[in-house]
Every structure is written in C-alpha cells, then in structure tokens.
C-alpha cells in the first residue's frame, strides 16, 4: 500500500483533457509545497514533468500542469494526446526523517 | 546533460547481497543528494534511500535494516547494498539525482534502470 493514494486509471479521448488525483496527509502535501509528477512511458525510466507543485522543467509541454489544494494534489494533462499514454505517478516530500513518499501509480489511457 | 548508469548483476540468490552502483556522467556528485528508487515488475515505484555528497545517508524504513548507500566522490559513483535478499526484492532499481540542493525530495535525473532478479 503506496502513501499517497492515486486512483488506479483515468482515459480521455485525444484532445480532451483529464485530472489525476493524489491524496496525502498533513505530513506529506498538506506539510510542504514539494509535491512532483513522473511520466513513465511504457519500458522507460520515470520522467520528471511538475516539480514544487506546479513548474514545468524545461521542455515539458505547457499541456501539463499541476496544483495543490490541502492535502490533495493534482496533475492535469490538456489536449491529451496517444503519446500521453503510459503511467504517472506523484511523490511528495515528507519530512527530514521519511524524506518522500510516493503514489501507487495511474495509468493514463488515450480512447 | 548530467546522465546516470546503473551497473550490477541482473541475478541474485536469494539469502545473498544485491550490489549495484551508479555512475554519474557529465556533471558533479558534489552538492546533490543521490537515491535510489525500485519498482517491481508490474508494481509501482518505491524510494530506497538516499546519501548526500558528504556521505550522509537516510533510508526507506522498511529497508533500513539491510540497506546500505555510499558515494565515492573521486570515481563520480553511489552505491546500493541491499542484504538478505527475497523474491520480494526482485525488480527493476533506478538510480536518481535529486533536482535541489536542499533534498527537496524531486527527481530531475533518472538513470535507464537495471533488472535485478532474485532467484536460486
């Protein structure tokens, strides 16, 4: 059982745009403003997309964006695309002692 | 572009030590604080641990008590020892730098992963 709570699946149709959510604690996303997003592409190694809760690294698309509201953050895609297919997955910052935690993970799928 | 390579054996016994290490590529160790993160086949990501530059370390509890990470400044290197070994430790183990120099906990750098199986 992941720490932070994910829900398993979200599909949208190409050009839709579509929300995952990831639910913490006081400890986690509500305690810190360090919430990040990984893309990880089918076979490939995670890629970071949202970092300090919502800023983009270079090179991602403005098509990503993420937010926080409590103990919840979010990550929406827009204009969804079949090349956004794959698994995200949030991971927040927790503290000096357990350092992070990270969710079980979201398959994202292109109808 | 920093770049980060896990190397190691891609089969362990079961009872044995799971040795890896990381070479990091086209930037420093210094100022960074180093993870590794495993995923097992089908399942999602879970951070290990990290060391710091100077060496000091922080670990996943559920691992600490067989988990070991050091950094080798001079060769640009960190390593994992993972002992005791199960089936339940086979997966595919990443080696990342954090983005921050102050452990913000956000992974910028991934290394390709390597597969470890564990398996008499």
């Known amino acids: 059982q992941s720490a932070l709570t994910q829900p398993r699946s979200v599909s949208g149709s190409s050009g839709q745009s579509v929300t995952i959510s990831c639910t913490g604690t006081n400890s986690d996303i509500g305690g810190y403003n360090y919430v990040s997003w990984y893309q990880q592409l089918p076979g490939e190694a995670p890629k970071l997309i949202i970092f300090d809760v919502n800023k983009r690294p270079s090179g991602v698309p403005d098509r990503f964006s993420g937010s926080k509201s409590g103990n919840t953050a979010s990550l929406t895609i827009s204009g969804l695309q079949a090349d956004d297919e794959g698994d995200y997955y949030c991971c927040s910052f927790a503290g000096s002692h357990t350092h992070v935690v990270i969710g079980g993970g979201t398959k994202v799928t292109v109808l | 572009q920093v770049q980060l390579q896990e190397s190691g054996p891609g089969l362990v016994k079961p009872s044995e030590t799971l040795s890896l290490t990381c070479t990091v590529s086209?930037?420093?160790?210094?100022?960074?604080?180093w993870s590794w993160i495993r995923q097992p086949p089908g399942k999602a990501l879970e951070w290990m641990g990290y060391v710091y530059y100077s060496g000091s370390t922080n670990y996943n509890p559920s691992l600490k008590s067989r988990l070991t990470i050091s950094v080798d400044v001079s060769k640009n290197q960190f390593s994992l020892k993972l002992r005791s070994v199960t089936a339940a430790d086979t997966a595919v183990y990443y080696c990342?730098?954090?983005?921050?120099?102050?452990?913000?906990?956000?992974?910028?750098?991934w290394g390709r992963g390597t597969l470890v199986n564990v398996s008499s």
């Open positions: 086209g930037g420093s160790i210094s100022h960074y604080y």
């Open positions: 990342a730098r954090e983005g921050d120099f102050y452990g913000s906990g956000w992974f910028q750098y």
